[in-house]
């Protein structure tokens, strides 16, 4: 055992005491059937078969989500995978369950405790195991690497928030990247800041986000025909504002009365992050003079009265066919610092993007996007105003800057079935194939 690894043992030992205390409180949660898997104890899985065998590892919903996309694209390389994918989080686990659980073993990932990750990996013996995002966890990476399992980092992320507490155990976390056979990372500043903690270079490479995997190709035509009908636009611009959360009413409804200034004839589309807020947006319309109606008072046959301005979305599953019917989009969640929202989504349709100064859960997207010249960065809401007149003053040039961001869309779609290509390559040194 090398010397970090020991002295974080050393430190970790006293957790390791409290974990009967774990155990009583998965119970009093109502969770007695992850007690067991939490250590280890995979009794509810098949042992490991004849392989070829892989692990990935997600931590909750979103990577979830990375899993799927990997997944599918790897059992479209190699059929014969026996997949076994782990989740931190008990959303995660529920997710997973329900997306991979007819094809995939499910299973709650295992604490750090060094008998925990024996007891796992000698239930699941995987020939390739796959962190996906930045799962750094120095006992069981060790432990699997000492028996011959290959290790991948997939979809690597080190965000500005936690790079600076990797950086203070910097010694650890070099040895733990190090272990890694590839390092496949989401952006650049991922790749050098993963470098800067240690991994060698010449293993880290850029492969784009697999979470955006598919997204050209769920930006369907078919999409638009019920939202057209139900808006019956008749040649107005659609603004729409999707997944906008409380505290972003003011500027946004001020940005859009700013635009009907010079184009009376605009639309805007409200999509509230939670659908039980749409009250509050409409009740803000109607202090500002807005005429507003609900989504849920249109259909075909009864479409939007020719006097409403802005229409709030009070129902889940609208937003995608929206953005692909608007000149140009908003990305709420990001002038209140609530950490932004998919940019991506109005991109794969060749829509030109606009989002606060909040965007930390989506950087990597709303910095390729910029990049290309496809996102804007808009402070408050007369920047927003500011942003949707040019847009809507030169639709030629818009169109330009949506088309760049789906060529972006296009580029990044292609991660997860690099992703797979770097396992089944793995497999295949690995003799398993």
Known sequence: MDPGLLMYN???LPAWGLLPAVGVGLGLA???GEIGPRLGLYRHLAPAGPGPRVWLQAVSVGEVGVAQAVAEELWRLEPRVELTVSASTVKGLERARQVLGQKALVAPFPLEAPWAVAAAWQRLRPQVYASLETEIWPNQLAWFERRGT???????????RSFPRYQKVRPLVAAALRRFRVLSMISPEDARRAVLLGAP??????????KYAGLTERARPELLAGPAAMLALGGR???VAGSARSG???PVLEAFQEVLASHPMAMLAVAPRHVERAPRWLLACAQRGLLAQRWTELSSTAPRREATQVVVVDVMGQLLGLYGLAKAAFLGASLVPLGGQNPMEPAAWGVPCLYGPSMEDFADAAQALAQAGAGQTVSDGPALARAWREMLDHPAQASAQGQAGRRVVAAWSGAAATAASLIV???DRQGAL
């Open 201 to 210: 270079a010449q293993r880290v490479r850029v492969d784009g986000n697999a």
């Open 237 to 239: 611009p659609l603004l």
């Open 30 to 32: 109502g969770r007695w």
């Open 248 to 250: 972003e009413e003011g």
């Open 425 to 427: 390559e793995q497999l």
């Open 150 to 160: 290959a290790l991948l980092l997939l979809n690597g992320r080190l965000s500005p």
């Open 10 to 12: 050393l430190v970790a």
